[in-house]
T-cell receptor, first 118, second 111 residues
Framework: GAVVSQHPSWVICKSGTSVKIECRSL??????MFWYRQFPKQSLMLMAT?????????EQGVEKDKFLINHASLTLSTLTVTSAHPEDSSFYIC??????????????FGPGTRLTVL | GNSVTQMEGPVTLSEEAFLTINCTYT??????LFWYVQYPGEGLQLLLK?????DKGSNKGFEATYRKETTSFHLEKGSVQVSDSAVYFC??????????FGQGTTLQVKP
């Protein structure tokens, strides 16, 4: 149980285009989803927290208009990188949690999406 | 604020050697503590966790004990295998539900 998938697993796009990454909880309802960014050989940097049906909360320094997050259902959140540039190339990882279980802080991670912007 | 500090890597060991990866934290209150493992090209997998002082988390031969007096959660394994080669992250669970990660420690196990 507690499986999280991401799609696509990797994507290459041209500079200036937009890319959408999906994060799905396959066997549980994700009341909260998190989006992280990871640079090579570095730790995970939290970008934003999204709760189903409400606006995402972005971490300081993360551009809301550039990284659009939508959490339309209890099993799906999307991250759209708008007008992507080479510096947006990174490994994007989502995680999901179900606060209704009472298992505080137990996040289940997706396999990640490798974005390369040419 | 809350923070997590891990020993720098990479850590290189021979197969069957003893492993310790140090992790210390700074936090208010009594956070939950976690170790996650990331294999090349993959997302993170929860390895073990502890939710209160003196708890010992264990999984796949790995262990870590929540030490409040030393604010530590060191990861140990008695005999590592080549398949244990990965990046290990120590993390602290805040009361907002967010996880705060250490910088990660790369483990390389040679046959």
């Amino acid at each position: 149980g507690a499986v999280v998938s991401q799609h696509p697993s990797w994507v290459i796009c041209k500079s200036g285009t937009s890319v959408k990454i999906e994060c799905r909880s396959l066997d549980f309802q994700a009341t909260t989803m998190f989006w992280y960014r990871q640079f090579p050989k570095q730790s995970l940097m939290l970008m934003a927290t999204s709760n189903e049906g409400s606006k995402a909360t972005y971490e300081q320094g993360v551009e809301k208009d550039k990284f659009l997050i939508n959490h339309a259902s209890l099993t799906l959140s999307t991250l759209t990188v708008t007008s992507a540039h080479p510096e947006d190339s990174s490994f994007y990882i989502c995680s999901a949690t179900n606060t209704g279980t009472g298992r505080v802080n137990e996040q289940f991670f997706g396999p990640g999406t490798r974005l390369t912007v040419l | 604020g809350n923070s997590v500090t891990q020993m720098e890597g990479p850590v290189t060991l021979s197969e069957e050697a003893f492993l310790t990866i140090n992790c210390t934290y700074t936090a208010t209150g009594y956070p939950s503590l976690f170790w996650y493992v990331q294999y090349p090209g993959e997302g993170l997998q929860l390895l073990l966790k502890a939710t209160k002082a003196d708890d010992k988390g264990s999984n796949k031969g790995f262990e870590a004990t929540y030490r409040k007096e030393t604010t530590s959660f060191h990861l140990e394994k008695g005999s590592v295998q080549v398949s244990d080669s990965a990046v290990y992250f120590c993390a602290l669970g805040s009361n907002t539900g967010k996880l705060i990660f250490g910088q990660g420690t790369t483990l390389q196990v040679k046959p």
